[in-house]
């Protein structure tokens, strides 16, 4: 490795002399070197290793090459009611991002069946921040799932610097949420926000039980992050229908869009007002090269997202039944394992998790280590990203098949990564997408045309198309 050396002392200036200048030359280029080692091995990284990790997508080439346009570079923070708004600080000449802006919530409200929406966040824990800041004061009282049963991590620390009192919502036996615990934690202590905030989801959530009891004041928070494609085609659960107010998600789990975040409500009204109002308070910039990716993910999904959700579940389901049928210890047995598309693996203390964790890590295939209920400890397996890549039940049989062998040491390292990469070489790229149109690839084309600094005309460009 190289010896590093401060920017400063490797600038180059007039006054330099030529021993100088050979030896700053010597060094940018030992570092150009090293940055070029370290993107090969991503690249390496990424084409060999199969992500069965539930808050990872994979997303499609015409996606990724809207970044190229530079959109990065730019301010907005407003949205697209405020357009003709002119203001302290307003930013000018960001009419087509506006229009990007429009477009993406126009979407998002027919996709996802809001009557208003925020996309302005940049990131899940952005969103959470906001929703805990605008609708909860110090004192309020906080029902939020438990940490130790898939509860956000980042919640209970932020509701602890508000002054908030906690009350931890836990999984039954059922692995479904205990509604008649929730019960109890109601009849104690009145809540002033429900928050369904879990990352642990094999089945629907009692949204409509939790309803009747705590009423029609209470707002309920409903976090769809891994599951946002199956409740967008009606396959999980329809949250707004059964009585939550606002959908909180990310866009990046089950959804294949950019790492960021989005809050749908239920009704237009004072809950939106309030928690626009904090956004516009927390957010200076909104990323519109996330927006903008975000709008071709919708567009993606406003064609192809029924067929890839529900491939995804049946890919869920036939995993978890592969998996159990080969002598792995599957969660949920009696209750079909899975409605989601995450699959629970039992492997009993921490420590045989972890070794099992560490062996399979080793063989190019990444997933989570979790605490199950009943004091267990195992894997959550997401099927979204090899679903998305095009896996089809006979994938998804031969993945069950690697990793009983892994963990009953029936194959070494050696052979599963043999294995692994001639399965992840069968499922090279995203699919449920326009990659393979020839107008996308236009479309890219003209992107990467504008990245190297081409002089182009967008009318002939349109006329390609």
């Not at 894997?379 to 994938?395: K, M, P, S, V």
């Not at 098949?401 to 963990?407: R, T, W, Y």
């Amino acid at each position: 490795m190289h010896e590093s050396h401060s920017f400063e002392s490797k600038s180059f200036t007039s006054g330099d002399s030529g021993v100088q200048q050979t030896e700053r030359s010597v060094h940018l280029r030992a570092d150009l070197l090293a940055l070029h080692d370290i993107v090969g091995r991503l690249i390496e990284y990424r084409s060999k290793r199969l992500s069965l990790i539930s808050s990872e997508n994979a997303t499609s080439q015409l996606m990724q090459a809207t970044y190229g346009l530079g959109l990065s570079d730019q301010y907005c923070s407003r949205l697209p009611s405020a357009a003709s708004v002119v203001d302290n600080l307003t930013f000018s000449n960001v009419g087509p991002l506006d229009e990007v802006n429009r477009r993406t919530r126009e979407l998002v409200l027919q996709l996802f069946g809001a009557a208003e929406c925020d996309v302005r966040l940049l990131s899940g824990l952005s969103g959470l921040t906001v929703l805990l800041f605008s609708l909860l004061r110090d004192g309020g009282v906080l029902f939020k799932v438990a940490d130790q049963h898939g509860g956000h991590l980042s919640t209970r620390p932020i509701a602890a610097r508000l002054g908030l009192e906690i009350r931890d919502m836990r999984l039954a036996d059922d692995y479904r949420l205990d509604i008649d615990l929730f019960r109890r934690l109601y009849q104690a202590r009145k809540p002033d926000l429900v928050f369904l905030d879990s990352s642990y989801v094999l089945f629907p959530y009692p949204v409509a039980e939790i309803r009747e009891i705590v009423g029609p004041r209470v707002p309920i928070v409903y976090d769809a992050s891994h599951v946002l494609a199956l409740v967008a085609t009606d396959l999980f659960q329809q949250p707004f229908n059964e009585g939550a107010d606002i959908v909180h998600s990310t866009t990046h789990k089950t959804f294949w869009g950019p790492q960021k975040s989005m809050i749908l409500f239920r009704d237009t009204g004072c809950l939106v007002e309030t928690v626009q109002g904090t956004v516009q308070d927390l957010v200076s910039n909104t990323h519109l090269h996330h927006i903008f990716a975000l709008y071709v993910a919708l567009l993606e999904f406003q064609y192809f997202g029924r067929d890839y959700a529900l491939q995804l579940k049946k890919n869920a389901k036939a995993f978890a039944e592969a998996a159990a049928s080969r002598g792995l210890s599957v969660v949920a047995e009696r209750q079909g394992f899975t409605e989601s598309n995450q699959v629970w693996i039992d492997l009993g203390s921490k420590e045989e998790a972890t070794a099992q964790f560490r062996a399979i890590d080793k063989s190019n295939i990444s997933l989570n280590i979790i605490f199950l209920p009943q004091n267990r400890w195992g894997w959550r397996i997401g099927l979204n990203e090899f679903t998305r890549r095009g896996a089809t039940i006979g994938h998804v049989e031969t993945l069950a098949a690697l990793l009983a062998d892994a963990v009953q040491g029936r194959k070494s390292v050696e052979q599963m990564n043999i294995e692994c990469m001639y399965l992840r070489k069968d499922l090279d790229s995203a699919k449920y997408c326009f990659d393979s149109m020839q107008e996308a690839q236009r479309i890219v084309e003209l992107i990467q045309a504008h990245g190297r600094g081409k002089e182009f005309l967008h009318d002939r460009a349109i006329q390609r198309i």
